[in-house]
């Protein structure tokens, strides 16, 4: 149960959790299972060099991850969080990462400590388990069955599934009516503030690891109803 566990300094507890209820976990990607930091930045300095532009700093890309393809393609372009670049650059640079993402989304991705086991643990317990991501179709699919988490998933909602995607509750909300559950029972982890407001909107709970994306700020600051050190940390809240 979760008062007999032992709490971190950054953790933070929401009463209102009752682990033990949770019949459905939704788990990000980018940032909470895979870190696919790599690969976004080596095809968004590609993209670079085919158009004749400076690349980037690598380091810069894991601050520009969280928001979609699109977002991020603009940000590579820009140097910026939220310039706009010209309508005909970004088509074209649009084209060019899109070709070479295809080819090399899960290159250089790599599954974090303790997701693997994470997801054994809490398919033994029979928890429904579903992937909610902003990443595009087929980008989706191709990652998760390269890192070998195909099989525990009995859905994926990717960016372009719903209309809508995180932080609106509509990918939220598709996947409990696909198990046709309850919201109340239902548990996003996730990284950033992204996930938190989906899932506050939603009316699901909100667990969060600390070393994802979330465009270099302190995951707790979004009010999560937890944060958890590592996936593995997950795991003890339903022992």
């Known amino acids: 149960m979760l008062s007999s566990q032992k709490q971190s300094d950054n953790s933070l507890v929401s009463s209102k959790i009752i682990f033990d209820q949770i019949e459905l976990i939704l788990f990000d990607l980018d940032g909470t299972l895979v870190d696919s930091v790599g690969d976004l930045a080596w095809c968004g300095n590609e993209m670079l060099r085919a158009l004749e532009m400076p690349a980037r700093d690598p380091a810069s890309a894991r601050n520009w991850v969280g928001n ?21 650059l970004f088509r074209a640079g649009f084209t060019i990462f ?17 997701a693997v086991e994470t997801l054994q643990y809490l398919s033994r317990l029979q928890i429904r388990l579903a992937c909610v991501t902003n990443k595009p179709e087929p980008y989706t699919s191709q990652l998760i069955a390269a890192m070998g988490l195909d099989s525990f998933f009995e859905l ?7 209309a809508r995607k995180k932080p609106d509750p509509m990918p939220l909300h598709y996947a409990a009516d696909f198990f046709m ?20 909107a939603a009316g699901f709970a909100i667990v969060c690891v600390p070393y994802g994306y979330n465009h270099g700020q302190d995951i707790g600051e979004s009010g999560p109803d937890r944060v958890v050190g590592n996936l593995i940390e997950l795991t003890e809240l339903f022992n």
């Open 98 to 114: 899109s070709d070479l993402y295809a080819v090399h989304a899960s290159d250089r991705s790599e599954v974090y400590p303790g």
């Open 181 to 200: 559950l309850d919201y109340a029972k239902c548990l996003m982890v996730g990284d950033s503030s992204n996930d938190v407001v989906a899932a506050r």
């Open 156 to 162: 994926v909602v990717a960016g372009d599934t719903t």
């Open 68 to 88: 979609g393809i699109v977002r991020f393609v603009k940000r590579v372009l820009t140097n910026d969080m939220d310039a706009e670049p010209e309508e005909g």
